[in-house]
T-cell receptor
């Protein structure tokens, strides 16, 4: 079964620190992986999309890496700020023989940046 | 600023009533997803369309839920009859082929 796991479920970090969020997936046959951010009561905001052929993607203070063979991705946030507090979700688009290339989500990591 | 638009944003209804949620995908996108989010289950895929054709609705309770795309600018999710356990936030997302998916703000459904 194709599954996505995010550990830990919650993380608290003092402002200014660098941090890493983890995502693991059970099948290395993927098209791409997408990181989202969700603020309480809001929709999902796309942060980064990393293709299966890529090793990393960067946007501002965010850097996502992908190791397909080990089934892992990380989201690195540099110089964390209170505004980074949110739930971060990882979603994997697994390959499918049926054209069913849906996004499979992890359960997310709730990040709190302590001022 | 292109965005996925969902209506209504909030819906409170009585058990047994029909509920219809609507989604306007981003113009030019050819894939549409419906997800349901609850505290217990997280994000669950209900339906997935590509070029208006349903590719996956295995996560949807078929006896009461239905999803359609009458045209490329509208996707609908219907629940009939609604039950209290259907209370959740329902998200629509759209994308172009396998590229980045963009989510709407969701419809918060409460069935009493």
């Amino acid at each position: 079964k194709q599954e996505v796991t995010q550990i830990p479920a919650a993380l608290s970090v003092p402002e200014g620190e660098n941090l890493v969020l983890n995502c693991s997936f059970t099948d290395s046959a993927i098209y791409n992986l997408q990181w989202f951010r969700q603020d309480p009561g809001k929709g999902l905001t796309s942060l980064l999309l990393i293709q299966s052929s890529q090793r990393e993607q960067t946007s501002g203070r965010l850097n996502a890496s992908l190791d397909k063979s080990s089934g892992r991705s990380t989201l690195y946030i540099a110089a964390s700020q209170p505004g980074d507090s949110a739930t971060y979700l990882c979603a994997v688009r697994f390959r499918s023989n049926f054209g069913n290339e849906k996004l499979t989500f992890g359960t997310g990591t709730r990040l709190t940046i302590i001022p | 600023d292109a965005r996925v638009t969902q209506t209504p944003r909030h819906k409170v209804t009585e058990m047994g009533q029909e509920v219809t949620m609507r989604c306007q995908p981003i113009l030019g996108h050819n894939t549409v997803f419906w997800y349901r989010q609850t505290m217990m289950q997280g994000l669950e895929l209900l339906a997935y369309f590509r070029n208006r054709a349903p590719l996956d609705d295995s996560g949807m309770p078929k006896d009461r839920f239905s999803a359609e795309m009458p045209d490329a600018t509208l996707a609908t999710l219907k629940i009939q009859p609604s039950e209290p356990r259907d209370s959740a936030v329902y998200f629509c997302a759209s994308g172009l082929n396998r590229e980045r998916a963009f989510f709407g703000q969701g419809t918060r459904l409460t069935v009493v």
